[in-house]
């Protein structure tokens, strides 16, 4: 049986498209091929050479060049071609000879890597290079000796064919070439030449597609720099020379059609709404019903049909529902169908709200496409994000005339000329997006963002300048999405931007009354976050240097614009006399924080780390070095609301006299007003819903970058009182909710247990995997206790037998990155002499590629922290065993815990020990992705023996196959199943 999602069969164009693709763009795109077999492009295809190499790994420092190939290009012909292997001098991983079919004894009298490229830099002869990913290709060319012969220009057409088709969900070049008809990919490098080759001429085509007048823009834009693609744009421009763009044309003739038609509140209809029958649901999961038609090989689940009835009935019955679903029940397209049916019976909008964008995205990209062809009369929907996920229109063209940010970019050991080039790229990307996409976010673009600032093409909340932009409302990408979701069947959002919404009292998001809340176990904490106050230092100094002075920064230029106006002329006094506060606030806030760094001393444990979290509880609050932190808080707080007034009164006078007035001045002042807020309720200390800390580093280096922070303490009231009122059905899902069976704790957390009981009920699915035989549960007995001095060398020895057994596929997931880096220390090169590399989740580095370099490398193991605990997926046998060295108990010296137990004795087991048991259950759901997969998780602290809360853990895993050994017994058992498995 498939997995549901699943499909057979060769790509198309129509596979790749990102959902909602205009149908001019898709069946523009659907000509390309046929264009690219007729057309001229003159230079741009003349000698010019297609090139791709493979390698035996990733990693620049550590792997070689196993095989070179390159086609040189004339018209649309290939006229020669250039293939050779390559000695790496190295074997070559097993993972990566099952890839690419290149094997030891196929290299082992092949040119080294000098000969090879010396070769390569005569057939080239100088002319410019393609490759798909060009800077993989050039580095490993280059880094050999002579490389730097081969050409001085190379182009990326994974960026080009990012500007060039914008509207493909995929660039990878295998997917291209199999939906557009070129030659297939094979992860060898003359297939993936001849695939290249083929793409060329579509992508040529495809750029001359885009608006008049646009390619001439973007070849003209910052010509000071140095831009691979200057030139093809350049000569495409010359087509259509003069033509003047404009992209509030173009986004006009793109949106201006569509009709926008806001749906009724669901409160306010005369009429009751009307709820999806019982019957009407279950035939819908029948042989002959919707979702049948959405995948071959269709099976009915009866957990999935069990919880399409749990929320039809809550929203027939206006309650509340927790659903715990396990892996494989198929919870998304359980709750979309009686939310659409529900939506699309009494034309409202219905909402669901997801932890991660990843799965907001793919609600949006398979899902819901997928629901919307299989019901009849479609569905139709909106995916909401934040401010920094869309791209202000009115920034990016002021990012292609104005200066480059380059004071804001993190340059990560790349020249400015590469990352001035990025943002090129950025802008040019973003351009072609706009012109072919109603709606959508920079998610989807593939932007280098460790280049690129996103200040660079995107504006907060009070940065829009709304009604005097010219894209308002309906050409803007996101209030245009956000005035579409007011007139669509289902919005999907993420919980950080619902959770705003509940804080804005609902003036953000359409009044949708009936969500579903996917990921619920994270839903508590987010709301921590998004409803947290701070004051930071870091932030403090940006806004005072924005704000400037007479002389410089916002407050200077907008003394300019009141010299200009004659009626703006009383400004120019508040503007003065900001200025003087403002300076005078900066003082102050610089004393608020030096006496803020002074609670250092106050600070308790923090394992040697230099960054501690210090509780502001009563007893810290009654020292002497609190006392000087509250008198220069409020000092501050005087200081910022003065400032403040005068700006604010110089913001009205500006507002009425002058048109189109940058809102920089408004939202420094709202920025004054956050900050002054936060301030007042941290160093008053009044207001009991919240529970204060200060974050202080005893490291020099980190001086400057104090916070404090101010969490509400109790997530379900809030939700109670603000939320649930508001709304007529809520339905919570997660695989992750109970704990030994019992809701208790989730309700408490959600505020569930505040409601009537006739309100809410909760209800727990079986997966559909068969996880007892599919999953193994092993626990370490006698290791010592993870406090003791000798657990970290135990832990060793055992992760050496696991991996060791398993023969890598391992991941181990830390709570503490110092015990990571220990161990991590210790086992690397002696596992690597047992042919078993392990990587690390290192300080810095990117989560995603990471992730992807686990995923793609089937016998890695890793070494990983928080961020992999949940929400990774890695199906098959890229994955087989995930070890937990220590229960991930939150640290007691954590502001949040001591604030917990200061008011309830019982604290560590109505918040920390169940906290502990959902993350456990999180980690465990790594293991298991498909019907198909099979794993051992093996817990290797003993504490699951040796105390009474240990069953607890052991009976809220999804396998009942729990075996308990000695730690020397592990490596034996895991050799046994491995033969067996």
Request: proline share 4%; aromatic share 6%; net charge negative.
């Amino acid at each position: 049986m498939l997995e549901q999602g699943q499909s057979n069969g060769r790509k198309t164009i129509a596979d790749i498209l990102l959902p909602e693709t205009p149908e001019s763009v898709a069946a523009a795109y659907g000509r390309l091929a046929g264009r690219a077999k007729v057309e001229d492009f003159g230079l741009l295809e003349e000698d010019v050479v297609v090139l791709d190499t493979e390698t035996t790994g990733l990693s620049f420092a550590d792997c070689q060049l196993t095989e070179i190939a390159a086609a040189r290009l004339r018209g649309r012909e290939v006229v020669e071609t250039f293939r050779t292997f390559v000695n790496p001098g190295m074997p070559i991983p097993k993972n990566i000879a099952a890839l690419t079919h290149i094997t030891d004894a196929d290299v082992a009298d092949a040119p080294t890597p000098e000969e090879a490229v010396a070769s390569l830099a005569e057939f080239v002869g100088g002319a410019p290079v393609l490759a798909h990913n060009a800077t993989f290709d050039r580095t490993f060319v280059e880094r050999v000796s002579g490389g730097r012969e081969v050409s001085d220009m190379w182009v990326d057409t994974l960026a080009l064919s990012r500007i060039a088709l914008p509207r493909l969900m995929t660039h990878k070049l295998q997917d291209m070439a199999e939906a557009f008809g070129c030659d297939s990919v094979t992860h060898r490098a003359m297939d993936d030449v001849e695939a290249l080759a083929g793409m060329w001429r579509i992508i040529l085509c495809a750029l001359t597609d885009l608006p008049a007048g646009l390619l001439e823009v973007l070849a003209n834009m910052h010509p000071e720099v140095e831009w691979a693609y200057r030139p093809i744009l350049s000569h495409l421009a010359l087509a259509n020379p003069g033509v003047p763009f404009s992209l509030v044309g173009a986004r006009r003739d793109l949106v201006g059609a569509l009709k926008v038609s806001m749906r009724p509140d669901v409160d306010e209809k005369p009429t009751s709404a009307i709820a999806p029958s019982r019957d009407e649901v279950s035939q819908a999961f029948g042989p002959d019903g919707a979702i049948a038609s959405m995948y071959e090989g269709y099976e009915a689940r009866s957990s999935q049909v069990e919880m399409a009835e749990e929320v039809r009935s809550a929203l027939e019955s206006k309650t509340l529902r927790s659903i715990e679903a396990g892996t494989g029940v198929g919870k998304s397209v359980a709750y979309l169908l009686p939310l659409a049916l529900y939506a699309k019976k009494n034309n409202v909008t219905c909402g669901v709200a997801t932890k991660s964008n990843a799965l907001t995205d793919q609600l949006v990209s398979h899902e819901l496409p997928a629901l919307s062809g299989a019901l009849p009369g479609g569905v139709s929907y909106t995916c909401l994000k934040g401010y920094d996920h869309y791209p202000c229109l009115r920034r990016l063209g002021r990012a292609a005339s104005g200066d480059l940010p380059m004071g804001e970019a993190r340059q990560n050991g790349r020249s400015d000329a590469t990352v001035a080039a990025d943002m090129l790229t950025a802008i040019a990307v973003t351009y072609a997006y706009a012109c072919q996409s109603v709606e959508g976010d920079l998610d989807a673009l593939g932007i280098r963002w460790g280049s690129v600032p996103k200040s660079m093409l995107t504006v907060s909340s009070g940065e829009c300048q709304r009604s005097r932009c010219p894209y308002y409302p309906n050409l803007c990408m996101l209030h245009g999405a956000r005035r579409r979701a007011a007139s669509a069947d289902l919005v999907v959002t993420n919980h950080s931007l619902l959770l705003r919404n509940v804080e804005a009292d609902g003036k953000i998001l359409p009044p949708v009354r009936n969500w579903v809340i996917d990921e619920a176990h994270s839903f508590e904490n987010e709301a921590r976050r998004q409803w947290a106050l701070e004051v930071s230092a870091e932030r403090a100094r940006a806004l005072f240097e924005s704000l400037g002075g007479t002389k410089s920064g916002v407050i200077a230029s907008f003394s300019a614009l009141a010299a200009g106006s004659e009626a703006a002329m009383p400004a120019m006094g508040l503007l003065a006399k900001g200025a003087s506060s403002i300076q005078r606030a900066s003082v102050a806030s610089a004393d608020f924080f030096d006496a803020v760094r002074g609670l250092i001393r106050l600070a308790r444990g923090g394992n040697g780390y230099d960054t501690v979290n210090v509780w502001l509880g009563e007893e810290n609050r009654s020292t002497d070095e609190w006392a000087a932190v509250s008198e220069a808080g409020l000092t501050l707080i005087d200081r910022l609301d003065a400032a403040r007034h005068d700006l604010e009164g110089a913001q009205r006078v500006c507002s009425a006299a002058i048109e189109n007035l940058p809102g920089d001045l408004a939202e420094a002042c709202r920025q004054l007003e956050e900050m002054s807020k936060a301030c007042r309720v941290i160093v008053e200390g009044k207001d009991d819903s919240y529970v204060c800390s200060a974050e202080v580093s005893r490291a020099k280096r980190r001086q400057g970058f104090e916070r404090l922070v101010a969490e509400k303490l109790d997530v379900g009231e809030e939700l109670a009182d603000r939320w649930y009122p508001e709304m007529r059905s809520v339905t919570f899902c997660s695989a992750t909710m109970s704990v030994d069976g019992d809701f208790s704790h989730f309700e408490e957390s959600m505020g569930l247990n505040r409601l009537p009981a006739a309100r809410h009920r909760e209800i727990a699915l079986p997966s559909c995997y068969d996880f007892d035989k599919n999953m193994s549960v092993i626990v370490a007995r006698d290791l010592p206790d993870p406090r003791d001095s000798g657990y970290l060398v135990a832990l060793e020895n055992l992760l050496y037998d696991v991996h060791v057994a398993m023969g890598g596929s391992v991941l181990t997931l830390f709570t503490n990155r110092r015990e990571m880096e220990q161990v991590y220390a210790a086992l690397s090169d002696k596992l690597a002499t047992a042919g078993i590399e392990v990587a690390m989740q290192e300080r810095g580095s990117s989560t995603r590629r990471l992730r992807e370099k686990f995923v793609s490398e089937k016998s890695l193991s890793l070494m990983a922290l928080k961020s992999f605990w949940e929400g990774f997926d890695a199906a098959g046998d890229t994955l087989r065993c995930v070890v937990i060295p220590k229960l991930p108990f939150s640290s007691p010296a954590e502001p949040l815990s001591q604030e917990r137990s200061s008011r309830d004795r019982q604290a560590w087991r109505r918040w920390s020990l169940p906290e502990a048991v959902i993350s456990l259950k999180q980690a465990a759901g790594r293991l298991i992705r498909t019907s198909t997969d099979t794993g051992v998780l093996v817990l290797a602290d003993s504490r699951i023996t040796t105390k009474g809360y240990g069953k607890t853990f052991v009976r809220s895993l999804p396998s009942a196959n729990v075996s308990v050994l000695g730690a020397d017994m592990v490596g034996r058992y895991l050799e046994s199943w491995r033969e067996s498995h």
